[in-house]
């Protein structure tokens, strides 16, 4: 009897852990994210510009709920091909701000407001002060990348009364920065994360005091040697260290891991793994990854038997020969295709956000986010963004009311002296062409040109049939009818698109 009772009662424990198990996994299945990816979309080549114009882009979306997922880092040259940045010219032009950044939020529920602020710099110089500053504001750092010579960061508004602020080490009089976390009396009680800006700075958050000490050390091999790395990031971790930053550095593999100011007891578990394009990491959080020449992702998770699962996918960057070579993510929708037709200085940009943001809500499966993704050039073949995607839950909400609402579009902006109210008239347009019940199966959009005996419209977007293609301009034309630019000839070059 006793004997039936035990395998009873293993079996019903059996059966409550595939219930369970089951059930996480159907309410993981039954969240879906929507994706968006942000670029600046001025024309103007200023940092201030460029910078703000992210900045607008992004919290234009944190507005209705969106959260930024990551920004696109890796490799420098090639992201400098997909945006178009220009060289740096000090006081001119300073690009560093063109970035791609992903965001998500739940599909069919409503998703609290958000607001962030950014980082772009090439060296540590002057950062001190607006770390320090978001810092105050009550901004958190949430995401970090580096590509080239760049280093990018979010910080993200919280709520809390745990005080927190941000500082910079600089290696100086031949002391590293990591080893000034141990040396200085205030950073090793308070530093809770440390993550290099170059190879002799990194910015560091601190907390209240604590009674035990940080230390921050790195771990280092030769890729092929993943195995012996991985027994001592273990080692680590077992004393209660926390990886920061993974990146290939040549042929070896730089590990950076932080053993927190207060920290009592052993860290998370971890995991050292490495796999093809698109073949990261798949067990537990990843908090570190990199992709070599050769076309291996190395990435390093933590907790590989917890509840988070992470997958990963590539998207070959190729010449579209159809489209004057321009390099793109594969084959292009009618959307994208529209927006190459535009002549203003961002269309390509914002035509290859919107391509990327396709694709990953096309790809990226259900009950699963982006986290992080970078760009790999290999040494043969064409370059390719990695993108990595988990069931990590999103990070906690600042309180408020629930936001809701469309998704604001990605427009170019209109920036030049003089075009302020021109680009006030087209948005409200092209709102109203967006909300018209009569276009409803209708994607299409209107920007107008001013000058000397060339003003015109340019009607262009995607519709199924031609009788949808007429209807989208007579709809433009009433909406024009009663703006300055009633007389300006409509081009209409809305593709007729037959896809479902």
Same mark, same amino acid.
């Given at each position: 009897?006793?004997?039936?009772?035990?395998?009873?009662?293993?079996f019903?424990?059996?059966?409550?852990c595939?219930?369970?198990?089951?059930s996480?996994?159907?309410?993981?299945?039954?969240?879906?994210?929507?994706?968006?990816?942000?670029?600046?979309?001025?024309?103007?080549?200023?940092?201030?510009?460029?910078?703000?114009?992210?900045?607008?882009?992004?919290?234009?979306?944190?507005?209705?709920?969106?959260?930024?997922?990551?920004?696109v880092?890796g490799?420098?040259?090639?992201?400098?091909r997909?945006?178009?940045?220009?060289?740096?010219?000090?006081?001119?032009?300073?690009?560093?701000?063109?970035?791609?950044?992903?965001?998500?939020?739940?599909?069919?529920?409503?998703?609290p407001?958000?607001?962030?602020?950014f980082?772009?710099?090439?060296?540590?110089?002057?950062?001190?002060?607006?770390?320090?500053?978001?810092?105050?504001?009550?901004?958190?750092?949430?995401?970090?990348?580096s590509?080239g010579?760049?280093?990018?960061?979010?910080?993200?508004?919280?709520?809390?009364?745990?005080a927190?602020?941000?500082?910079?080490?600089?290696?100086?009089?031949?002391?590293?920065?990591?080893?000034?976390?141990?040396e200085?009396?205030?950073?090793?009680?308070?530093v809770?994360?440390?993550?290099p800006?170059?190879?002799?700075a990194?910015?560091?958050?601190?907390?209240?005091?604590?009674?035990?000490?940080?230390?921050?050390?790195?771990?280092?091999?030769?890729?092929?040697?993943?195995?012996?790395?991985?027994?001592?990031l273990?080692?680590?971790?077992?004393?209660?260290?926390?990886?920061?930053?993974?990146?290939?550095?040549?042929?070896?593999?730089?590990?950076?891991?932080l053993?927190?100011?207060?920290?009592?007891?052993?860290?998370?578990?971890?995991?050292?793994?490495?796999?093809?394009?698109?073949?990261?990491?798949s067990?537990?959080?990843?908090?570190? %990854?990199?992709?070599?020449?050769?076309? $291996? &992702?190395?990435?390093? *998770? /933590?907790?590989?038997? @917890?509840?988070? #699962? !992470?997958r990963?996918?590539?998207?070959?960057v190729?010449?579209?020969?159809?489209?004057?070579?321009?390099?793109?993510?594969?084959?292009?929708?009618?959307?994208?295709q529209?927006?190459?037709?535009?002549?203003?200085?961002?269309?390509?940009?914002?035509?290859?956000?919107?391509?990327?943001?396709?694709?990953?809500?096309?790809?990226?499966?259900?009950?699963?986010?982006?986290?992080?993704?970078?760009?790999?050039?290999?040494?043969?073949?064409?370059?390719?963004?990695?993108?990595?995607?988990?069931?990590?839950p999103?990070?906690?909400?600042?309180?408020?009311?629930?936001?809701?609402?469309?998704?604001?579009?990605?427009?170019?902006?209109?920036?030049?002296?003089?075009?302020?109210?021109?680009?006030?008239?087209?948005?409200?347009?092209n709102?109203?062409? %967006?909300?018209?019940?009569?276009?409803? $199966? &209708?994607?299409?959009? *209107? /920007?107008?040109?001013? @000058?000397?005996? #060339? !003003?015109?419209?340019?009607?262009?977007?995607?519709?199924?049939?031609?009788?949808?293609?007429?209807?989208?301009e007579?709809?433009?034309?009433?909406?024009?009818?009663?703006?300055?630019?009633?007389?300006?000839?409509?081009?209409?070059?809305?593709?007729?698109?037959?896809?479902?």
């Amino acid at each position: 009897m006793r004997q039936e009772t035990g395998r009873g009662a293993a079996f019903a424990s059996v059966v409550a852990c595939l219930l369970l198990a089951a059930s996480g996994h159907a309410s993981a299945q039954a969240v879906r994210y929507e994706h968006r990816v942000v670029v600046p979309t001025t024309s103007l080549d200023r940092e201030l510009d460029v910078e703000g114009s992210l900045a607008r882009n992004v919290n234009r979306l944190a507005a209705v709920g969106f959260e930024v997922s990551a920004i696109v880092g890796g490799h420098g040259t090639m992201v400098d091909r997909l945006l178009e940045r220009k060289p740096y010219v000090a006081g001119q032009v300073d690009h560093g701000g063109h970035v791609m950044v992903i965001m998500h939020r739940v599909i069919g529920r409503p998703s609290p407001p958000r607001e962030y602020r950014f980082l772009h710099t090439r060296t540590p110089m002057g950062v001190e002060p607006i770390v320090a500053g978001y810092a105050r504001d009550g901004f958190r750092l949430r995401t970090t990348a580096s590509e080239g010579v760049y280093f990018h960061a979010a910080f993200e508004r919280v709520d809390g009364d745990e005080a927190f602020e941000y500082r910079v080490l600089r290696t100086a009089r031949r002391r590293g920065w990591d080893a000034q976390i141990g040396e200085d009396a205030d950073v090793r009680l308070r530093v809770r994360r440390a993550v290099p800006i170059t190879l002799d700075a990194a910015l560091v958050e601190l907390g209240p005091p604590a009674t035990t000490p940080a230390a921050f050390a790195w771990e280092t091999d030769k890729t092929h040697q993943r195995s012996r790395l991985q027994d001592r990031l273990r080692a680590r971790a077992a004393s209660g260290f926390r990886v920061q930053v993974v990146r290939m550095r040549g042929t070896d593999l730089d590990i950076g891991l932080l053993k927190p100011a207060g920290a009592d007891g052993p860290g998370p578990a971890v995991t050292l793994e490495d796999g093809p394009w698109g073949g990261p990491c798949s067990r537990g959080r990843i908090v570190g %990854a990199d992709v070599f020449t050769d076309g $291996d &992702v190395y990435c390093v *998770a /933590e907790d590989p038997g @917890g509840p988070v #699962a !992470s997958r990963g996918f590539d998207l070959v960057v190729s010449p579209q020969s159809s489209l004057g070579n321009q390099l793109l993510f594969g084959r292009p929708s009618c959307e994208v295709q529209a927006r190459l037709a535009s002549t203003r200085p961002a269309a390509l940009r914002s035509a290859r956000a919107v391509q990327l943001e396709q694709e990953l809500n096309r790809r990226v499966e259900p009950g699963y986010r982006v986290t992080r993704a970078f760009i790999g050039a290999p040494e043969s073949g064409d370059p390719r963004i990695v993108i990595f995607a988990s069931t990590l839950p999103a990070e906690p909400a600042p309180a408020g009311s629930a936001a809701s609402g469309p998704a604001p579009r990605l427009w170019p902006d209109l920036d030049q002296p003089g075009q302020q109210i021109l680009e006030q008239r087209e948005r409200t347009i092209n709102d109203a062409l %967006a909300q018209d019940t009569r276009l409803r $199966d &209708v994607n299409v959009w *209107a /920007e107008i040109s001013e @000058g000397r005996g #060339a !003003s015109s419209v340019l009607l262009t977007g995607c519709a199924r049939q031609r009788v949808d293609r007429d209807l989208a301009e007579t709809v433009l034309r009433g909406l024009l009818a009663r703006t300055p630019y009633a007389s300006y000839r409509i081009r209409n070059e809305v593709i007729i698109d037959l896809l479902p």
